[in-house]
């Protein structure tokens, strides 16, 4: 593979950089709910089962959407960049949504409209990463460093959230997720409008 200037390494890793801080505020967020599902969706009216449903709405739905939304997009052509943000931008209003939130049924679309963001940011997001880490040297460190994100992010947003939610109250948790995943937002806007991707 020929050798890249520094100018365009230099702006792949910085892209790499973005990503992955964009996957540690998101990843923060969307574990948010997972040391508090029973107790929450004991909050709304259902019980433990209700938190295992809302759970398998959420992982299915992103799995099914992540499966259908390159085929869909593909045929409108929108670049993988725009089907991050947009993604990004669905999950910020399922989770504003979530302040309104007091009953189960509500909460189950709001995780299939979750899933929806998640589903759609997911697939673009590998292909952004994995066209950005091309010509490292060691693109195991680049996917080790991936995955470490994703596994710090998990503890980090279960610490942060069960704090929140022994310390203050359920709203204390949505406004942190809200937060986070409006930086997200922002940095990924930010990282596409630099013209480093």
Same mark, same amino acid.
């Given at each position: 593979m020929p050798?890249?200037?520094p100018n365009v390494a230099k702006k792949k890793f910085n892209i790499c950089i973005s990503l992955l801080l964009i996957t540690f505020l998101l990843q923060i967020a969307s574990n948010c709910l997972t040391p508090?599902?029973?107790?929450?969706?004991?909050?709304?009216?259902?019980?433990?089962?209700?938190?295992?449903i809302s759970i398998l709405i959420f992982t299915w739905g992103t799995a099914l =959407?992540?499966? /259908?939304?390159?085929?869909?997009?593909?045929? $409108?052509? *929108?670049?993988? &960049?725009?089907?991050?943000?947009?993604?990004?931008?669905?999950?910020?209003?399922?989770?504003?949504?979530?302040?309104?939130?007091?009953?189960?049924?509500?909460?189950? =679309?709001?995780? /299939?409209?979750?899933?929806?963001?998640?589903? $759609?940011? *997911?697939?673009? &997001?590998y292909s952004i990463y994995a066209q950005h880490i091309l010509n490292f040297k060691n693109k195991n460190f680049a996917w080790g460093a991936l995955d470490a994100v994703l596994?710090?992010?998990?503890?980090?947003?279960?610490?942060?959230?069960?704090?929140?939610?022994?310390?203050?109250?359920?709203?204390h948790v949505f406004f942190f997720m809200l937060i986070l995943t409006f930086l997200a937002f922002i940095l990924a806007v930010f990282t596409r409008s630099t013209k480093f991707y």
């Open positions: 050798e890249q200037s508090i599902w029973a107790i929450y969706t004991n909050m709304i009216g259902g019980d433990v089962r209700s938190a295992g =959407f992540a499966i /259908i939304s390159p085929v869909v997009t593909r045929k $409108i052509k *929108i670049s993988d &960049f725009s089907l991050l943000i947009l993604g990004i931008f669905i999950d910020f209003i399922a989770i504003l949504f979530y302040f309104f939130v007091h009953d189960i049924y509500l909460f189950y =679309f709001l995780q /299939i409209f979750l899933a929806l963001g998640a589903g $759609i940011q *997911i697939p673009p &997001f596994y710090f992010a998990i503890g980090l947003g279960s610490l942060i959230s069960s704090q929140l939610l022994f310390h203050h109250n359920i709203y």
